[in-house]
């Protein structure tokens, strides 16, 4: 399929560099199954869902994965990219062209890394000096969220972002970019699910930097998608199983949360547990085997974040849909306003 197709025109002015406070004040669009769309906040999300309905939230942290370091007199900026093992990771490197094998980037004194191996106009693999939690405390003495390129900030990044670019349920460290549907939610939106009779569930994947890599070749059929570890729980698996059997509705919390519980299926739409990597690629022309609707940001033109949600709800509807969303002002991108996609019949 021609990637071409999954291109439209957006205002530049549409994207979000803030957060909309409270959370939950962003706008909600709702495209229903008889493709009909209306207007709401996050927060009449309760309004909009039937009681035993399933949420399944991403608790996936972000770590601060942009770092600034030297090698020599020269400035290097690294973007961990995806986490090897324990003391590796695959990093996005500007210039990375001058790096040499075996090179030193020094991040502060006793805190650097050495060049394993690298590619041509790829992820750079690095092994730092520190491992598991000294690694990971090193990176929160050292590193800023690693925000995507279309947020603008000053160098050093702004303090705010530590907590904005974070969920309110954020538990498990691995992520360099966050769930950003997951973003919207807050306590009180959490209670009056509750109180509606919706239930949640979590799930982790732990969002990678090929999420922002744009989609380089002209068809869909020659796009590698970049891979990503998730967990799916027997314990949830069951849940999820069960809530299929009597009849409720899955609804995913973002495009995260989605590809990890269709990576778990099988051919059946049965969840198992998982615990690896997955590198599902969601195109028009994929049967949904798990979720019922999806809560989801709205995401770049020709990404593989828009081809999904093209898949779920069909590519003239969702052109329309973002067309009506830029119509009437709707904030773009991670730090923007979010639609609601139920099934369409």
């Avoid at 590619?119 to 730092?128: A, H, I, S």
């Amino acid at each position: 399929m021609k990637t071409e197709i999954f291109t439209f025109d957006m205002p530049a002015d549409l994207i979000a560099n803030e957060p909309a406070n409270p959370r939950d004040s962003s706008k909600l669009l709702h495209l229903n199954e008889k493709s009909e769309i209306s207007h709401h906040q996050v927060k009449d999300l309760p309004f909009l869902l039937k009681k035993g309905d399933i949420l399944v939230f991403n608790d996936t942290k972000v770590i601060p994965a942009r770092l600034f370091g030297t090698r020599g007199q020269a400035h290097i900026e690294v973007t961990l990219f995806k986490q090897i093992d324990l003391s590796s990771w695959e990093a996005l490197i500007k210039n990375s062209r001058r790096l040499k094998i075996n090179d030193q980037i020094l991040f502060k004194e006793g805190f650097f890394a050495t060049v394993l191996k690298k590619k041509e106009d790829g992820p750079v693999l690095l092994q730092f000096n520190k491992s598991g939690a000294d690694l990971m405390s090193a990176l929160h003495e050292t590193g800023i969220m690693p925000l995507p390129p279309y947020i603008k900030r000053e160098k050093g990044g702004k303090d705010s972002d530590k907590a904005n670019y974070q969920t309110i349920y954020a538990k498990y460290e691995g992520a360099v970019a966050a769930p950003t549907a997951g973003l919207h939610f807050t306590d009180s939106l959490f209670k009056n699910l509750e109180e509606k009779g919706i239930e949640k569930v979590f799930v982790t994947l732990h969002v990678g930097g090929g999420t922002f890599l744009p989609v380089k070749v002209e068809d869909t059929d020659n796009h590698k998608m970049h891979a990503e570890f998730g967990v799916l729980t027997k314990e949830t698996a069951d849940k999820l199983n069960q809530a299929k059997k009597e009849g409720r509705r899955i609804i995913s919390v973002g495009t995260t949360s989605l590809r990890l519980l269709e990576s778990a299926a099988d051919e059946n739409g049965l969840l198992h547990p998982f615990e690896q990597d997955t590198s599902i690629f969601i195109t028009p022309g994929y049967k949904f085997k798990v979720i019922d609707a999806m809560f989801t940001n709205f995401h770049l033109s020709g990404s593989t974040l828009f081809m999904l949600v093209c898949a779920f709800a069909g590519i003239d509807v969702m052109k329309k849909t973002y067309q009506t969303a830029i119509n009437n002002k709707y904030r773009f991108f991670s730090y923007g306003d979010a639609c609601f996609i139920e099934k369409q019949k």
